[in-house]
């Protein structure tokens, strides 16, 4: 069952206890080769480091800056080595595996799969500033306008899964996404292309607190407004046509410190 899955992991700073919870609670039963896990690191301390390349040799994307969340997610999926398995599993540093087993955890997973495109913890927001425009301009945009919806329904980004192939269908994430926000959207791309969303956070913690509370885990390091809030379509559309960036060569992100793609 894990062949059907690629786990991907981003620790941040100098936080080795909620690296050590995640990391350890994905690799306590053995079950996960290294070349199923992949791991991105934000300006992490010396130990998370150490840990992160036990782990997953070979397939460690290292930022001595915080280069952001979306950002190294799009390096880690879009960059040398491209995504084979079914599905891709995303997993923040603040959420962890509370199964003790993440062999038997996957195979909930993947019948849960069977019936959704993606799943994750299901939550709703309201639409802030100019996100409805925002998604007017997308190309993903189908036609089913946001004005009709008070909220945007979407699965929280600390954890989800998701059908590997949409992934690269929708160039996700986008090269403009860069730290907040990128979930939400992502939720309303599924709503206009008619992506099944399903509810799912059986046998793990997502943006966990210390006493496993979900969504709960404080905000760390850098903060911005969500994706959308302040959309400005000339300023987008200047952007557009002044950046023509292939898929995983991010001009705005500083190449890794180390990464080695295990083929």
């Known amino acids: 069952m894990i062949d059907n899955f690629t786990i991907c992991v981003l620790l941040y700073g100098d936080h080795f206890d909620l690296a050590q919870r995640c990391l350890g609670s994905l690799?306590?039963?053995?079950a996960i080769p290294a070349s199923h896990l992949r791991i991105g690191l934000n300006a992490v301390c010396d130990r998370s480091r150490e840990l992160a390349y036990q782990a997953a040799?070979?397939?460690v994307w290292e930022y001595n800056e915080n280069c952001h969340k979306y950002p190294v997610m799009r390096e880690m999926i879009h960059g040398i080595s491209p995504i084979?398995?079914?599905?891709t599993m995303w997993f923040d540093d603040d959420s962890y595996l509370e199964h003790p087993s993440l062999r038997e955890w996957l195979v909930a997973v993947d019948a849960s799969m069977q019936g959704a495109d993606m799943l994750g913890s299901l939550y709703s927001i309201k639409w802030q500033g100019k996100q409805r425009e925002f998604v007017r301009s997308q190309p993903w945009y189908a036609g089913k306008d946001p004005v009709t919806r008070g909220e945007i329904r979407f699965a929280t980004g600390g954890w989800w899964t998701l059908r590997s192939d949409l992934l690269y269908r929708f160039d996700y994430p986008w090269t403009f996404l860069d730290h907040r926000g990128g979930d939400a959207m992502l939720g309303e791309l599924c709503h206009q292309q008619n992506l099944?969303?399903?509810h799912f956070r059986t046998g793990v913690k997502i943006n966990a607190d210390a006493s496993g509370r979900e969504s709960k885990a404080k905000r760390r390091g850098f903060d911005q407004l969500p994706i959308g809030v302040d959309f400005?379509?000339?300023?987008?559309?200047a952007l557009n046509t002044a950046t023509s960036t292939p898929p995983g060569l991010l001009a705005a992100v500083p190449k890794p410190r180390s990464r080695i793609i295990e083929l």
Do not use: E, I, S
């Open 27 to 30: 690799l306590r039963d053995g």
């Open 232 to 237: 400005d379509p000339g300023v987008a559309a």
């Open 196 to 198: 099944r969303l399903k």
């Open 84 to 87: 084979q398995t079914p599905y």
């Open 57 to 59: 040799p070979g397939n």
